[in-house]
């Protein structure tokens, strides 16, 4: 119902969106000329009609409103599902779904293979007697593929059989369109019906068990089908002249002797032959006029069963795109754009379930947050050297066991945060370890990265000498260097960092030595001649010009850090977005990968937002002059 009642508000929104942009833009005076930046400024009118598209494509596709509005839909569709599944058998072998009957294609591919035989032969050194020998039980193949098209040849009781296939067809056929089929309802069935979980409420995609007056039938009328398709597979060409050829053929191709030593060749061309054999005595071609009554069974029961869907054909067509549901041997499953499209309803309950700090996923919280001692952090950061400096001995214990501190002693504990404190609240999980991975790489790439862009963009001497290096290993793709960065730092999060620090790095020295580089002359000679010192024009001119550049490279490098620690965490970790996901993808759970995916989405998104708007606040001067 939700889903259903979001996408008739995402419908309104789109549509909304569109009329006011457009009588926005017929009423909408500017004095700014086309071209001029502050004509992209605002908008969010087209911002929530992008939205409100990806969200209706995604709702739509992944069955997710066909599965709110048509909730039954599924269930009757599976049951259409076990019907086409059970009539298969039957129909593939009629130019039903095909152009050609199964055995016109087995007569085409036999014949185009016992030609191919006979050029081989002629290819291979036989002597005479040996090739007249082979030729003759080639072409008797030929002759026995040609008998079993021949009505006189089968047995008379053949067409019999088939006749009896097309009465117990049409006769279901004459059921399925009669009130009241299938009979009285099986309370027992109809409450274990009942009692199944709804569509996609279970990882059963579509419980099999028909809850609808109108799945019975199909349901029924598939096992029925079934016992009439198991009786047409077992009719088999099989005539007393047809097997006397085949015999025939077997005993002479078995107990050919080659007079020459081509025993090699001899053996190939005999097991070619038996191959061919063996599918000429499955007996699966025959006459085509006695198998017309069955053909015209099935478009006539092909015809009813689509008049008893009526409107869940426009259903499964309109609602279901991109795919359709087919029947298993336990349940129905969706495919095509179904499947591998999770839903969105499905997606927000698993990212709920994970977003669970005492479910999680691999026993770690997406995100929350843990208690940690003051103590602790300030151990970290300050280095247990400081406690050396201290004069005199640490303390240690007497011969009665009992420890006397002392100055030296109090300094260690406290540089090593053996000491009790208070406790605050620090950010936890996957999430959050990802998040601080990109940030440090990025941070890093930042401070050398921009001093040493600058410095390219200024000195002839540098631009020469760390250019080629740069350039050396800025085209090699991140995951190139991941199996060798991981393996010399290890899967501790200092590799990663470090990989990240790496594609920061060349993206933020070409970003600042571009802007260096782009400064106007104009300017450059304007602070000269105000006597500005190279210091002063290093920040007040080359820095702030160069600022849009540099903060476009961030920008970029963030991206790119994002792609490149899913592939690293992927490789080799513990905790993060990447590892949920290469989890997820060994354990094949779309929805999870998905929402992985999602989630790296929305983190960049954010970064990107507030990347926009340090740019708006930091450079206004962008685009004016």
């Not at 995604?58 to 909730?71: G, I, L, Q, V």
């Not at 599918?279 to 478009?299: H, K, N, S």
């Not at 919280?365 to 103590?375: D, I, R």
């Not at 094949?588 to 790296?600: C, N, Q």
Request: with cysteine; hydrophobic share 45%.
């Amino acid at each position: 119902m939700i889903v259903g009642i979001l996408f008739i508000v995402l419908i309104a929104l789109l549509i909304g969106s569109i009329v006011y942009g457009r009588r926005l833009i017929r009423t909408e005076k500017t004095d700014a000329v086309f071209g001029n930046p502050s004509r992209a400024l605002g908008g969010w009118h087209w911002i929530i009609a992008g939205v409100s598209t990806i969200l209706l494509v995604w709702f739509y596709f992944s069955w997710d409103a066909a599965r709110s509005y048509f909730p039954l839909a599924g269930n009757e569709l599976c049951q259409v599902a076990k019907l086409n599944r059970a009539i298969n058998p039957i129909r593939s072998a009629f130019p039903l779904d095909d152009r050609l009957l199964s055995g016109t294609k087995l007569l085409q591919r036999d014949y185009a293979q016992i030609t191919s035989l006979e050029k081989q032969l002629a290819q291979i050194d036989f002597n005479d007697a040996d090739r007249v020998e082979l030729q003759s039980i080639i072409s008797a193949m030929r002759d026995a593929l040609a008998a079993q098209s021949n009505p006189q040849m089968s047995e008379p009781s053949l067409a019999g059989r088939f006749d009896d296939i097309a009465v117990r067809i049409r006769q279901l056929t004459i059921d399925m369109s009669t009130d009241g089929y299938p009979g009285a309802v099986d309370e027992a069935e109809n409450a274990k019906a009942q009692a199944q979980p709804a569509w996609g409420e279970t990882s059963v995609e579509l419980p099999p068990l028909s809850r609808t007056e109108r799945g019975r039938v199909f349901d029924a009328a598939s096992r029925m089908l079934v016992e009439i398709s198991d009786d047409f597979v077992a009719i088999r060409n099989d005539g007393a002249t047809i097997t006397a050829q085949l015999e025939a053929i077997k005993t002479r191709y078995k107990n050919f002797q080659s007079t020459d030593n081509n025993d090699a060749q001899r053996k190939q061309l005999l097991k070619q032959i038996d191959r061919i054999y063996k599918r000429i005595d499955d007996g699966r071609i025959f006459p085509p006029q006695m198998t017309y009554t069955v053909e015209q069974a099935l478009i006539a029961l092909d015809h009813e069963q689509k008049r008893l869907q009526g409107s869940l054909r426009y259903i499964n067509a309109l609602a279901m795109p991109g795919g359709e549901i087919l029947a298993g041997n336990r349940a129905c499953s969706e495919q095509g754009s179904g499947r591998w499209l999770p839903k969105p309803s499905d997606t927000l309950r698993t990212f709920v379930r994970l977003a669970d700090p005492d479910v999680g996923y691999k026993g770690i919280p997406l995100l929350w947050y843990k208690m940690k001692p003051v103590s602790e952090m300030l151990g970290f950061l300050l280095p247990d050297w400081l406690a050396d400096l201290i004069p005199g001995e640490y303390p240690r214990h007497d011969v009665a066991g009992n420890i006397s501190n002392n100055f030296k002693g109090a300094v260690y504990n406290v540089v090593t945060g053996n000491y009790a404190s208070p406790s605050l609240p620090i950010p936890t999980g996957h999430i959050w370890d990802s998040i601080l991975r990109v940030l440090a790489g990025l941070f890093f790439g930042i401070i050398l990265g921009v001093p040493l862009g600058l410095f390219m963009g200024l000195s002839r001497f540098a631009k020469g000498y760390f250019d080629p290096l740069i350039e050396l290993y800025r085209p090699i793709p991140p995951l190139a260097w991941a199996p060798l960065v991981l393996t010399i730092f290890g899967i501790q999060d200092d590799g990663k960092i470090f990989l990240l620090f790496m594609v920061a790095f060349a993206i933020m020295v070409i970003s600042a030595r571009t802007g260096a580089t782009g400064t106007q002359l104009s300017k450059i000679h304007a602070a000269h001649s105000l006597g500005a010192s190279k210091k002063q024009i290093v920040w007040q001119v080359i820095l702030p010009n160069s600022l849009p550049e540099i903060l476009t490279g961030i920008r970029i490098a963030i991206g790119v850090c994002w792609g490149t620690l899913v592939a690293a965490e992927m490789l080799a970790g513990t905790t993060g977005i990447g590892f949920v996901e290469n989890v997820a993808r060994k354990q094949s759970d779309y929805e999870i990968i998905w929402m992985t995916i999602l989630l790296l989405g929305l983190l960049g998104l954010m970064f990107d937002l507030v990347m926009r708007r340090i740019i708006h606040r930091s450079i206004p001067w962008r685009g004016k002059g």
